[in-house]
């Protein structure tokens, strides 16, 4: 499977492809004015690396939650990329993907996120189906009450989150890598119709 997948949920985005079983990763600084450069980056991206649209079938592009403007820019083009070169487009978020290495190893995963100062906590079963949309919880609330239930925290955002939560019992931080939303996609995990961003209250 050729791909490109474009994380702008974060202050340091992320660009990768796979084509041709080789692949190749870009970070993208912080810098709210790189939502406006996003389409160059991408284009230089494909320079650099001697690559063409044509070597691609699929784009991938993270749904949130994160950063409004970061979404709604990234897939405002990755929209564009799609129907100009006639690449199919697909959704993730962050939730499923911190969750994608467990697939068929857990009974129930919880995927924990914070975001401006709060947490939110998503369930899935074992097939990564979901089972709890996105709630807000507090902090008291998720030490106290799930504290035993095996839960993931992105690495990226582990320094966000208080020491007293990354304590708790059946805790994993994990680090979020782009090869796994292959494997999310040949599990029919990936939105196709309705991508718009996760915006969380």
Not at 27 to 50: C, G, R, T
Request: with cysteine; glycine share 4%.
């Amino acid at each position: 499977m050729n791909f490109l997948s474009i994380d702008c949920s974060t202050d340091l985005g992320s660009l990768f492809i796979k084509t041709k079983n080789k692949t190749f990763s870009k970070i993208l600084q912080s810098d709210k004015s790189n939502n406006d450069l996003l389409m160059k980056q991408i284009l230089d991206f494909f320079k650099e690396n001697n690559l063409k649209f044509d070597d691609i079938s699929k784009i991938f592009v993270n749904q949130g939650p994160g950063n409004f403007s970061g979404l709604r820019g990234s897939l405002a083009i990755a929209k564009g990329v799609s129907l100009s070169k006639n690449l199919n487009l697909f959704g993730y978020n962050t939730f499923i993907w911190s969750c994608a290495k467990f697939f068929n190893k857990k009974d129930s995963i919880f995927s924990l996120i914070k975001f401006r100062e709060k947490y939110f906590i998503k369930k899935f079963d074992k097939k990564l189906n979901v089972v709890l949309k996105p709630k807000e919880i507090s902090e008291e609330e998720l030490i106290e009450n799930y504290h035993s239930e095996f839960k993931v925290i992105p690495k990226n955002i582990s320094k966000q989150i208080n020491e007293k939560v990354l304590k708790l019992k059946n805790l994993i931080i994990v680090d979020l890598n782009h090869k796994e939303l292959e494997f999310l996609h040949l599990q029919g995990l990936l939105n196709k119709d309705l991508i718009k961003p996760i915006y969380l209250s």
